[in-house]
């Protein structure tokens, strides 16, 4: 099993200081959650100076301390049972880990979107033993940004609010999905073409000579694969699900709580939202 908390050991050749000496570079205050959406590291980015793989570079390398890590816990926990009722439609990955993104932004909550595939494996328990694939390259005309989204904020590696908010042909799959994952901890594991693939796609890609192989996914997005080894490919175990995590890229909020709010749940903005979630709880911003 994996953690975070000391995420930043792991990283070869000293790549956490060179990210820290890139940010002062640039004059990028990387002291806060949101710090992508500040104007030093957009104009940054525009140079292709940075990008979003170094926020989550940050916020995965980030030492962080004890006492952070079980004010973090608790507000993340808190947070997900908040907004998990309020997603009241399918396919809402994307806008919902963009909002859950930002309140925990302005909660001081370090994360960064996670966006790739997910694959759900149901046990025999549930009577329909199978596999559903939520593949992050689509075939043309699917409408999908995305296979799947969800967050990464330290100490848990996957936090998850949507998986049983997915498209599933057979609907009665959801209620063996958990509506909340938080995990700490996963398994490393191996990828598969039907993980990375839609299936409607590779009779488009036989069609046109390319093979279902590693050299095929690069010729179809370049950097994918190498992205995929260094996010890793996580999974875990539930009552009647295994999950498998395919993060092939960071995903970054359409700016703060304010510029979304049109992404509204339960009817409601974001930041009413924040605002409602605060008034009922104890959670107070980490300073």
Known sequence: MENLE????????????????QFDKYAIDY??????????????????EVSPHDYARYVIGKEYTPEYLNQAET????????????????????????????MLDELGVWNYIATGGMTISFKPSTGTPGI???????????????????????????????????????????????????SKTFTTSEWEIDDIVEN????????????????GIELIDPGLLSRLVEYGVRSIDDQHVSMKYLCTSPGLQDGNLDDMRKKKFSNSSPRDLLQDFLSQSNIRPIS
């Not at 000391?6 to 000496?21: G, I, K, T, V």
């Not at 796609?201 to 046109?208: E, S, V």
Request: hydrophobic content about 40%; proline content about 9%.
């Open 75 to 102: 507000i993340v926990s808190e947070m997900v049972k908040y907004m998990e009722p309020k997603i009241m439609f399918n396919g809402a990955c994307v806008d919902a880990s963009m909002v859950l993104s930002s």
């Open 132 to 182: 559903v694939h939520f593949a992050p390259l689509m075939a043309p005309g699917n409408p999908a940004i995305t296979g799947h989204a969800w967050i990464v904020s330290p100490p848990f590696n996957i936090v998850d609010i949507t998986a049983s908010k997915q498209s599933y042909q057979n609907s009665q799959l959801k209620q063996y999905v958990p509506k909340i994952t938080l």
């Open 31 to 48: 002291t806060s959650p949101g710090f992508h959406l500040h104007e030093p590291f957009m104009r940054a980015e525009q140079l292709g």
């Open 200 to 215: 409607k796609l590779q009779p488009i890609l036989w069609a046109q000579g390319i093979s279902q192989t590693r050299e």
């Open 6 to 21: 000391h995420a930043h050991e792991e990283q070869p050749d000293n790549s956490f200081s060179r990210l820290l000496s």
